[in-house]
């Protein structure tokens, strides 16, 4: 399974993105997938995940509000809206899925991972 994250950039304080991951490869049958980020001079932490089937989305406290997560089945596709950006949103993200299911917000869940893209948010 090969996922490529893309839609990183630079914006000011109070702007959006949206990040996209596409998945590949024949072994891809999720359970979920989620974003998690990893700031500088910090640990990697969640942001948010989704179930491949149903409803079910969860969020960090911290994106709550701002940020929604999202996926196209047919495309095998999971985005990430984030929406009134702000310098402490700052960090390479990385998008992941996981076969089974278990706490979402744990990374050791994940089996496979992309190879991050970069969120700078502007003072």
């Known amino acids: 399974v090969q996922l490529q994250a893309s839609g990183g950039g630079l914006v000011q304080a109070g702007g959006s993105l949206r990040l996209s991951c596409a998945a590949s490869?024949?072994?891809?049958?999720?359970?979920?997938m989620a974003w998690f980020r990893q700031g500088p001079g910090k640990e990697r932490e969640f942001v948010a995940g989704?179930?491949?089937?149903?409803?079910?989305?969860y969020y960090a406290d911290s994106v709550k509000g701002r940020f929604t997560i999202s996926r196209d089945n047919a495309k095998n596709t999971v985005y990430l809206q984030m929406n009134t950006l702000k310098p402490e949103d700052t960090a390479v993200y990385y998008c992941?899925?996981?076969?089974?299911?278990?706490?979402?917000?744990?990374?050791?869940?994940?089996?496979?991972w992309g190879q991050g893209t970069q969120v700078t948010v502007s003072s």
């Open positions: 992941a899925t996981r076969r089974y299911g278990g706490a979402p917000q744990v990374s050791g869940a994940y089996d496979y």
């Open positions: 490869g024949r072994a891809f049958s999720p359970y979920g």
């Open positions: 989704i179930n491949w089937i149903g409803d079910s989305t």
